[in-house]
C-alpha cells in the first residue's frame, strides 16, 4: 500500500471483464439524493421534447445530461436545463459540449465511469450523423446505460430540410443501438421510461435509441400523464440491478481494447446475441409497465384491425404519426371496398421483430409497407418486412411505397392513393418496386 | 511533492507487455507517469487511438497496464483504462471526472480518483484539436498528456500538425523541388494558454526530475493541466537504438522543442535552451541523427560533421528561422501569467 494512501482493504469480486470494487461507489446516496418533479399522477401539456426531458429528469440514475442543441430536438436540452436550475440543491447537471461528436464520446467515458448510471442526450439528423463514429463504438460496448434519443429529421444537405423524417435513425440500424420509434407524447414518455430497463438488463446490456417525429410530435402539444417519481424509481429498480461488471471508477478494468480478426469474431457473436436477446426481454417489461401504470408498455409494434385468426387481404406496415390518419380512415375503407385491412405501426425497428411480423402478415394477401425515409431501394421497412416473409411457403405480396418525405404530412387522399396502388397486388396485376406518393398521387 | 528516488520506487500503472517498438519514448513517458500516479489515489486513463492504444490493450496480448501482478486489495493503487476513437480522449476523462464529481457531491463517492488522459499530436492537434481546446477551455480537473512524435505513427509515419518543417514523412516525401513538409507547426504551446490551461508544459523524460517533477504538479492542477512530451519515434524518425533520450534532451536542447513549464498565474520558464543561438546546440547534429532529415543534412565522412546537403541552404536557412521563433515565442509565453 502507498505511503499516501487513505483507502481500505476493499472487498473485491472477479468478473469476466477485470475486478470489481464492492463498496466504491454508494447508489443509495444517488438515489436519496433525488428531488422528485412530481409527487403523484398529473396530467400536463406537454410536447414531445418536453414529454421526453421530464421522463430523463425523473430517473434517479440520471444525474448528468449531456448535450448540443440541434433543432428539432434542441427543446430536450433547454428543458432539462432549466428543470435542473429551478432545482435547489440538486445534484443533476447539464453539460453542455461542443459538438454532437464530443457529446457521443462523452457519453462513453462517463457511462464507462458508472456502469449504474444511466446518461441520456438527445440529437437529430446530422447531429447523429456527426455522432456516428463514437456511436458505432457505443453500439458495441456493451454500455446497456447510454439512452441516446433521436428526434428524427431527414438527413443530408442538399437540400436541408428541418423536418421530421426518420431517415437520420434509418440510417444508424447498424450502429448496435436498441431503437424503438414512438409516436404521440404519450408513447414518447412511457418508452424513455422503459429504455434503460430493456438497455441495461443484465442479459442485453446494449444502448438504446427510442425516437420520435421531430416537428410532428416534437413540437405539437398534447395531454401528457406524467405518473410519480417514486413510481417510476420502483419500477426501473425491479428491471435494473447493480451492473456486475465493473465500471472505471469501481473496477481494475480495461475498455475498448485492441482484438485480432480470430477474436473480433467472438466480440460480434455477443454483441448480436445481446442485441436479439431484447426481442425476448423488451414484451416482458411491457407487460410489467402495462401492470404497473395501466398504459400499454414496449411492444414490437401496434396492431390495427387484426382479428384473431382470420384472414386480411391487405395488411399495411409503416410507424410514426402519420399511421394515425390510416388507423382513422381504415373502418370507411373497408366499408367502401369490401376488404378487409389491418395495420401494423413498427415501435421495435432495431432489432428488427421478424418472427413476431412474419406471424401477423402470414394470415395477409398482400402487404403494403409505407417508408417515411429516403432509400436507395424499395425502402427499410419494405427490405425488412420482405425478410420477415421470406421464409413462409407462399408469401404475401409486398407493395414498397414511399410517403412523408422530409416530414411531409402524409393525407388521407395519400393514404388513400396508396391503399389503391396496392389493391393492385390482390387482382394480381404487377406493381412497381416503389412509388413515391404525395397529397393524394404517385409522383 | 516526492523525491526522485521515492518516485523511482513507486508502483508503475504501465506494466511489462506492451508491444511498443523498444526504444519508445512513449513507453519511457507512460512507465514515469505510471510511478507519479502511484499516490494514494485511484487512477483512470483515457486514451484516443494511437500506438499506445494498439501497442498496449490488444487482445489477446498481454494488457500492459494495471499496478502489480493481480487485482491490488488497496483500492487507491486500482487503476482503469478507456479508449475509444482518435480525438476522444480529452472528452472521455472530462466526462469520467465529471461523474466521480458528481457522486463525490452526494457522498456516493469517498475514494479519490484522478483522471489522465493520453494522446498522440495526430489525435490531439489534428483530429482532434476541437476535443483538446474544448476540454481546456472548460477548465477540466484532468492531466491531458500529449505524446509528440510529429507523426501519425500508428497509421505508418504520415504528416501531423506538429511535424518540423521538412522532415520527410510518407505522406510529405522529398523530391528536387519537395524538401519534405513544408508546413510551418501548430503553436500547441500557445493554443493550451489560450485556451484556459492551468498548467502547461513542454518535457520529456530525457529530463528526468523536471519531467517528474512535473508530472507531479499536474496531477494537482486544479484545472486543465497539458503536457506535451516530446516522443523521439524511432521508427518514424528513423534514428539508431539506443538513441532516444538522448535524441529528445538534444531536440528540447537546441530549440527544436525546449523544455518549457508554466502555469496560470505564476507564468513560467524555458529550461536548459538559451535564447541566444549561438549558446544552444547546432539543430544540425539533432537532425543529421534521423534518416527523415538525410535529404537536408549529412555527415562529412572524414569529420563526422552535419553539413548542409547542396541545394538545400535556402530551406536550411527557414529552418534556422523557424527555430528561433520557437524559442522565442517560447520566452515570451513564460513571462504570462
Given amino acids: 500500500m502507498s505511503p499516501e494512501s487513505t483507502a481500505l482493504p476493499m472487498l473485491h469480486v472477479s468478473t469476466p471483464a477485470g475486478e470489481r470494487y464492492e463498496t466504491v461507489i454508494d447508489l443509495e446516496r444517488v438515489r436519496a439524493a433525488h428531488h422528485p418533479l412530481y409527487r403523484e399522477r398529473q396530467t400536463v401539456s406537454a410536447d414531445g421534447n418536453v414529454a421526453a426531458a421530464l421522463a430523463t429528469l425523473q430517473m434517479w440514475r440520471c444525474i448528468l445530461y449531456a448535450g448540443f442543441p440541434i433543432t428539432p430536438s434542441t427543446k430536450w436540452l433547454e428543458t432539462v436545463a432549466v428543470k435542473v436550475a429551478e432545482d435547489a440543491h440538486g445534484i443533476k447537471r447539464v453539460k453542455l459540449l461542443e459538438a454532437e461528436h464530443a457529446v457521443a464520446d462523452y457519453l462513453v467515458g462517463a457511462a464507462a465511469a458508472c456502469r449504474d448510471l444511466i446518461f441520456p442526450t438527445a440529437t437529430s439528423s446530422v447531429g447523429l450523423d456527426h455522432m456516428t463514429e463514437t456511436t458505432r463504438s457505443l453500439g458495441a460496448s456493451g454500455l446497456g446505460n447510454v439512452m441516446l434519443i433521436d428526434v428524427y429529421r431527414a438527413t443530408a444537405n442538399f437540400p436541408l430540410c428541418i423536418e421530421g423524417d426518420p431517415s437520420d435513425t434509418l440510417a444508424h440500424r447498424d450502429d448496435g443501438f436498441i431503437q424503438i420509434a414512438c409516436r404521440g407524447k404519450q408513447q414518447i414518455y412511457d418508452t424513455i421510461l422503459q429504455s434503460p430497463c430493456l438497455g441495461m438488463h443484465p442479459d442485453v446490456m446494449t444502448p438504446t435509441m427510442p425516437g420520435f417525429y421531430g416537428i410532428k410530435d416534437s413540437h405539437r402539444s398534447a395531454r401528457l400523464t406524467v405518473e410519480p417519481d417514486h413510481e417510476i424509481h420502483e419500477f426501473q429498480d425491479r428491471w435494473i440491478e447493480p451492473c456486475q461488471l465493473p465500471g472505471l471508477i469501481n473496477g481494475d478494468t480495461a475498455l475498448g481494447n485492441c482484438v485480432t480478426s480470430r477474436f473480433f469474431q467472438g466480440f460480434k457473436l455477443a454483441q448480436k446475441r445481446r442485441l436479439e436477446r431484447s426481442l425476448d426481454v423488451l414484451p416482458m417489461i411491457g407487460a410489467d409497465f402495462e401492470r404497473t401504470f395501466g398504459r400499454p408498455g414496449l411492444a414490437y409494434f401496434d396492431s390495427v384491425g387484426w382479428r384473431e385468426a382470420e384472414r386480411v387481404d391487405l395488411a399495411v406496415v409503416s410507424m410514426g404519426p402519420d399511421f394515425g390518419t390510416f388507423e382513422a380512415l381504415r373502418p370507411d375503407y373497408e366499408k367502401r371496398t369490401g376488404l378487409k385491412v389491418a395495420g401494423l405501426a413498427m415501435r421495435l425497428l432495431t432489432p428488427f421483430p421478424r418472427e413476431a411480423v412474419r406471424l401477423k402478415l402470414a394470415n395477409a394477401s398482400a402487404v403494403l409497407v409505407v417508408n417515411q425515409a429516403h432509400h436507395v431501394g424499395r425502402g427499410h421497412l419494405t427490405l425488412d418486412v420482405a425478410d420477415a416473409l421470406s421464409n413462409l411457403p407462399s408469401p404475401p405480396r409486398v407493395v414498397s411505397a414511399f410517403a412523408g418525405l422530409g416530414g411531409a404530412d402524409v393525407s388521407e387522399d395519400t393514404w388513400e392513393a396508396m391503399l389503391d396502388g396496392a389493391r393492385e397486388a390482390l387482382d394480381g396485376k404487377r406493381t412497381p418496386p416503389w412509388r413515391l406518393y404525395h397529397e393524394g398521387r404517385a409522383l | ?337
Fill in chain 2, 1 to 337: 511533492m516526492s523525491g526522485y528516488k521515492e518516485t523511482a520506487l513507486k508502483e508503475s500503472c504501465f506494466r511489462p507487455g506492451s508491444t511498443l517498438c523498444p526504444g519508445c519514448m512513449e513507453s519511457v513517458a507512460f512507465q514515469n507517469v505510471g510511478r507519479v500516479s502511484d499516490n494514494g489515489k485511484k487512477t483512470i486513463f483515457t486514451i484516443g487511438t494511437s500506438c499506445a492504444e494498439v501497442s498496449t490493450l490488444a487482445f489477446p496480448n498481454v494488457v500492459a497496464w494495471g499496478r502489480g501482478d493481480r487485482a491490488p486489495d488497496d483500492f487507491a493503487k486500482s487503476f482503469s483504462i478507456l479508449h475509444n476513437v482518435f480525438e476522444s480522449a480529452p472528452t472521455l476523462a472530462e466526462a469520467v471526472r465529471d461523474v466521480a464529481d458528481s457522486l463525490e457531491s452526494c457522498g456516493a463517492l469517498k475514494s479519490p480518483v484522478q483522471v489522465m488522459a493520453a494522446s498522440g499530436d495526430g489525435g490531439a492537434f489534428a483530429i482532434g484539436l476541437r476535443a483538446l481546446l474544448h476540454t481546456i477551455h472548460r477548465r477540466t480537473r484532468v492531466t491531458i498528456m500529449v505524446l509528440v512524435n510529429e507523426i501519425f505513427a500508428n497509421t505508418g509515419f504520415q504528416y501531423s500538425p506538429a511535424t518540423m518543417p521538412f522532415a520527410e514523412t510518407s505522406t510529405t516525401p522529398t523530391g528536387p523541388d519537395f524538401p519534405g513538409n513544408p508546413q510551418m507547426p501548430l503553436d500547441y504551446i500557445h493554443l493550451a494558454i489560450a485556451a484556459g490551461a492551468g498548467l502547461v508544459a513542454q518535457v520529456s523524460p530525457a529530463h528526468g526530475k523536471l519531467f517528474l517533477k512535473t508530472v507531479e504538479r499536474a496531477i494537482e492542477c486544479p484545472t486543465t493541466a497539458v503536457l506535451f512530451v516530446p516522443a523521439p519515434c524511432i521508427s518514424g524518425w528513423k534514428f539508431e537504438d539506443g538513441e532516444t533520450v538522448e535524441l529528445a534532451l538534444l531536440g528540447a536542447q537546441c530549440g527544436v522543442f525546449p523544455a518549457f513549464t508554466w502555469e496560470r498565474g505564476k507564468g513560467g520558464k524555458v529550461l536548459d535552451c538559451p535564447l541566444d543561438a549561438k549558446d544552444r546546440p547546432g539543430i544540425e547534429e539533432f537532425m543529421a541523427r534521423q534518416r527523415r532529415f538525410q535529404h537536408m543534412v549529412k555527415r562529412d565522412p572524414a569529420t563526422g560533421t552535419p553539413a548542409i546537403q547542396p541545394g538545400r541552404e535556402q530551406a536550411m536557412e527557414r529552418l534556422h528561422g523557424w527555430v528561433q521563433e520557437n524559442v522565442e515565442r517560447l520566452y515570451r509565453l513564460a513571462e504570462m501569467k
